[in-house]
T-cell receptor, first 113, second 113 residues
Framework: SQKIEQNSEALNIQEGKTATLTCNYT??????LQWYRQDPGRGPVFLLL?????KEKRKERLKVTFDTTLKQSLFHITASQPADSATYLC????????????FGTGTKLQVIP | GAGVSQTPSNKVTEKGKYVELRCDPI?????LYWYRQSLGQGPEFLIY????????DSGLPNDRFFAVRPEGSVSTLKIQRTERGDSAVYLC???????????FGPGTRLTVL
């Protein structure tokens, strides 16, 4: 079965620095990979989607990269702010007509003022 | 108009009882997902609807769980003979289709005593 690994330890960084979160997957190739943000007591909120044939996607201070050789996606937040503190989840849809979306366990980011 | 809504927001029940959880997706979204999320974990896939039909129910843990979407919009997740292990936050998400981002509801927190 598909397995997604995100760093389960919390990531603490100083305000203004770049936060980099990692998502590694095993077994099957994704049709796409998505990143979501989740705040306590709320549902996840979509941030970025990157497809299998894309290497990089950007949106404002966010950047996602996708390396199908390493089976890894990196999620970067530049000029981080305390308001960026949340749990970040990656999710992927397996290639080949599958419907099930698999989520990782998430990485908790704390931006320290 | 808004986003995905879920009712109730909280449900406390006794072991062995039957519960129904409701999801109102964004109008026009044909794809609908149910997930279950335990503390410190990512959303765990339960079932995916494309229109009225359950296209993938491989995540339903056992036959006590059942979901319907009779008119292709509102969906109900039904749990029979609830067990303490069913306690979790149940999330619903809708999407234009499975290749696009998901919009999550706030979740229903189910507690089985």
């Amino acid at each position: 079965s598909q397995k997604i690994e995100q760093n389960s330890e919390a990531l603490n960084i100083q305000e203004g620095k770049t936060a980099t979160l990692t998502c590694n997957y095993t077994n099957y190739s994704p049709a796409y990979l998505q990143w979501y943000r989740q705040d306590p007591g709320r549902g996840p909120v979509f941030l970025l989607l990157i497809r299998e044939n894309e290497k990089e996607k950007r949106k404002e201070r966010l950047k996602v990269t996708f390396d199908t050789t390493l089976k890894q996606s990196l999620f970067h937040i530049t000029a981080s702010q305390p308001a960026d503190s949340a749990t970040y989840l990656c999710a992927l849809l397996r290639k080949g007509g599958y419907q099930k979306v698999t989520f990782g366990t998430g990485t908790k980011l704390q931006v320290i003022p | 108009g808004a986003g995905v809504s879920q009712t109730p927001s909280n449900k406390v029940t006794e072991k062995g009882k039957y519960v129904e959880l409701r999801c109102d997706p964004i109008s026009g979204h044909t794809a609908l997902y149910w997930y279950r999320q335990s503390l410190g974990q990512g959303p765990e896939f339960l079932i995916y609807f494309q229109g009225t039909g359950a296209a993938d129910d491989s995540g339903l843990p056992n036959d006590r769980f059942f979901a319907v979407r009779p008119e292709g919009s509102v969906s109900t997740l039904k749990i029979q003979r609830t067990e303490r292990g069913d306690s979790a936050v149940y999330l619903c998400a809708s999407s234009f289709d499975r290749y696009n981002e998901q919009f999550f509801g706030p979740g229903t927190r189910l507690t089985v005593l």
